[in-house]
């Protein structure tokens, strides 16, 4: 299992015009093949006059799934440069779709992927990526004379409680990466003399704000 992978916090659209046809940019984050062709489905049946619906994504924490199309354009010309700008990102989970409605002008082969790997890097630009890291999620039960000394030193050492329940102990959820446990391990056995119950719950990945 990777310990983190970048993907995109929620729905973004980007609107450009280039050489007189209108470009829209919308870029997803996803979580399965199903969930990514329900939205392309939407997408198209709202711009069912554009000229082209263009669309690339990339799915799995070890990128399994990659699929694009051209959607009319030039073999090689849209889908791919959009793919190609996702893979660059380093981004997975991640849909982008860009809606072409012909101005009049061509663009040629060239200009065609300028504008489609430009409309693909724009959105992401535009969009809030995310660091998903992988922590294991682990409960700890104290009792509640230990409680004030643990949250203070929490809070001094940057560990944030993930939840709290006041019940015959103190029960405290934490989500830590794997190079926050040692550490961890030693400042609850210190505070607490070690007397103190510390379960794992398992893991899953957490996400973190990037830009």
């Known amino acids: 299992m990777n310990d983190?992978?970048?993907?995109?916090?929620?729905?973004?659209?980007?609107?450009?015009?280039?050489?007189?046809?209108?470009?829209?940019?919308q870029v997803f984050p996803i979580d399965s093949e199903d969930g990514a062709l329900n939205i392309i489905n939407k997408v198209?049946?709202?711009?069912?006059?554009a000229t082209h619906n263009v669309y690339a994504?990339?799915?799995?924490?070890?990128?399994?799934?990659?699929?694009?199309?051209?959607?009319g354009e030039p073999s090689g010309t849209a889908g791919v440069p959009i793919l190609e700008i996702i893979?660059?990102?380093?981004?997975?989970?991640?849909?982008?779709?860009?809606?072409?409605?012909?101005?009049?002008?061509?663009?040629g082969a060239g200009g065609l992927i300028r504008a489609y790997a430009h409309m693909a890097k724009i959105g992401i630009e535009n969009s809030e990526v995310i660091?998903?890291?992988?922590?294991?999620?682990?409960?700890?039960?104290?009792?509640?004379?230990?409680?004030?000394?643990?949250?203070?030193?929490?809070?001094?050492?940057?560990?944030k409680m993930h939840k709290i329940d006041f019940l015959d102990k103190v029960y405290?959820?934490?989500h830590l990466q794997e190079v926050q446990k040692n550490d961890f391990y030693k400042?609850?056995?210190?505070?607490?003399?070690g007397d103190v119950s510390i379960k794992s719950l398992g893991y899953e990945y957490i996400s973190i704000s990037i830009y």
């Open 44 to 49: 198209k049946k709202k711009h069912y006059k």
């Open 131 to 159: 660091k998903n890291v992988l922590c294991e999620r682990i409960e700890i039960a104290i009792d509640y004379t230990y409680w004030g000394k643990l949250e203070n030193n929490c809070n001094n050492y940057g560990l």
């Open 172 to 174: 405290i959820y934490f």
């Open 87 to 107: 893979k660059k990102e380093n981004l997975i989970n991640t849909l982008v779709i860009v809606t072409r409605y012909f101005g009049g002008i061509k663009l």
């Open 4 to 25: 983190y992978y970048y993907s995109v916090k929620e729905h973004v659209e980007i609107i450009e015009y280039i050489q007189k046809s209108k470009f829209i940019t």
């Open 187 to 193: 400042l609850i056995k210190d505070i607490t003399n």
């Open 57 to 71: 994504y990339i799915l799995g924490k070890n990128k399994e799934i990659q699929k694009c199309t051209d959607d």
